[in-house]
């Protein structure tokens, strides 16, 4: 089945996206369950209503729009990503899947086309974890990682419950989270990296993730006077936490020539002020890497560093909060469509790994998943310089499609 995509208006939707939550010139800061997400939420839910789609929302903020199929007692075809943003985030990243999925969605609906099993895009809550630690929690619920009440009671820096900022915005909805079957799920997203890029290559397909493990150390120790205090009396949790921060800096460089990485993307203190030494701190960090034993090993190092740092810094450094993804591979079934779909339209396609997380890592937990990239310019993301060539990245959208409507009009003998 060939249906025409307008491009126009898929880009015209991402333009109206941009505009909501800006942040420096030509990027987004649109962290979830703030003002600006509930903007981009109800516009999002209008834009579906608009395209005959019916809303649903769970109890941690999901936002599922269905457009019915012939049999609609079927498990649905799924396809979806993130609307939420960094605090410095583009104007692509996660936004292209929920939108391209949109327009598919819509241009079916214009040409009153129905697909033999109900489709469904979904928007989920929290995937950067920008504001609620970890990244992915709405997907992370709806696939049963996370427990609905244990994402409810996480906070931001200011101590809001994530249920408390969900209520405030409107969108605490009251379906369960997860429990039903879904027939597959489809992610397109940015690649995020340069290799599509570099390679003058269109469109990836992905097979695995990275395995990432990722969790909050926190320090403890005492305050005291920076001047009179001596410096083998001193218990300076922000010497502790910045020891364990080089330390997990040296690991990743230690398995740099396996593409290996490690990262430390925040450190917090308290009190955090000239002429005293800070009695409390936190430090966020992550490994990954392609091979899974190797990516527990890195796990264990960071680990393995800690009694040092705490006895060098004479504090106490304990793991509060831990996280893992990425181990999870993409159903074969669904990425054969996606491979078809790409031949069928003579678009040449890479198979490939993703080394960043993806609402897609959790849903393949529960339901046949497929993940497809489209090129980031540079690899440049997280940043207000992201940027997409428009041009190709329309070949992932028809790819998406292809793959989409063949596994929602598979035939009986094929499910």
Not at 93 to 108: H, N, Q, S, W
Not at 382 to 400: C, F, G, K, Q, Y
Request: glycine residues 10%.
């Amino acid at each position: 089945m060939t249906l025409p995509l307008d491009f126009d208006r898929l880009w015209s939707t991402i333009d109206r996206s941009a505009a909501i939550g800006t942040g420096r010139p030509g990027g987004l800061c649109r962290p979830t369950l703030s003002d600006a997400d509930r903007e981009m939420r109800d516009q999002f839910v209008h834009w579906c209503r608009e395209a005959g789609c019916t809303i649903t929302i769970d109890r941690v903020g999901n936002i599922f729009a269905r457009r019915a199929g012939v049999d609609d007692a079927r498990p649905p075809v799924v396809m979806g990503s993130h609307l939420d943003t960094t605090l410095n985030g583009g104007r692509y990243d996660g936004i292209l899947g929920v939108l391209a999925g949109l327009e598919i969605l819509r241009t079916l609906h214009d040409h009153d086309v129905r697909t033999d099993a109900p489709l469904e895009v979904v928007s989920w809550t929290n995937e950067e974890g920008t504001r609620f630690a970890p990244p992915m929690l709405g997907a992370g619920a709806f696939a049963g990682v996370y427990d609905v009440d244990w994402v409810h009671a996480r906070t931001d820096d200011d101590g809001v419950r994530f249920g408390e900022a969900l209520a405030r915005i409107g969108y605490a909805g009251e379906a369960p989270v997860g429990g039903r079957a879904l027939d597959a799920y489809f992610e397109l997203h940015i690649e995020q990296g340069p290799e599509l890029d570099a390679a003058g290559i269109d469109v990836g397909i992905v097979t695995r993730g990275y395995t990432v493990r990722g969790g909050i150390f926190e320090a403890r120790g005492e305050t005291a006077h920076t001047g009179p205090c001596p410096m083998d009396e001193r218990r300076n949790t922000l010497v502790g936490a910045s020891m364990l921060a080089v330390k997990v800096n040296d690991i990743g460089w230690a398995h740099h020539g396996t593409r290996g990485k490690s990262t430390v993307s925040r450190i917090v203190a308290w009190p955090n002020r000239p002429g005293i030494l800070s009695d409390w701190a936190q430090i966020t960090c992550d490994v990954r890497h392609e091979d899974r034993d190797t990516a527990l090993g890195m796990w264990a190092e960071v680990q393995a560093a800690v009694p040092a740092c705490a006895r060098d810094a004479r504090v106490e450094i304990a793991l509060v909060d831990q996280w893992s993804f990425g181990d999870e591979r993409f159903d074969e079934g669904c990425l054969d469509l996606l491979r078809q779909a790409a031949r069928g339209l003579g678009v040449p396609a890479r198979e490939m790994a993703s080394q960043a997380g993806h609402d897609a890592y959790h849903l393949a937990t529960v339901a046949p998943t497929a993940l497809i990239f489209a090129p980031c310019l540079g690899g440049i993301t997280h940043n207000h310089r992201e940027e997409i060539d428009r041009t190709r990245a329309e070949a992932s959208v028809r790819v998406l499609l292809g793959a989409v409507l063949a596994r929602a009009n598979r035939p009986l003998s094929e499910r």
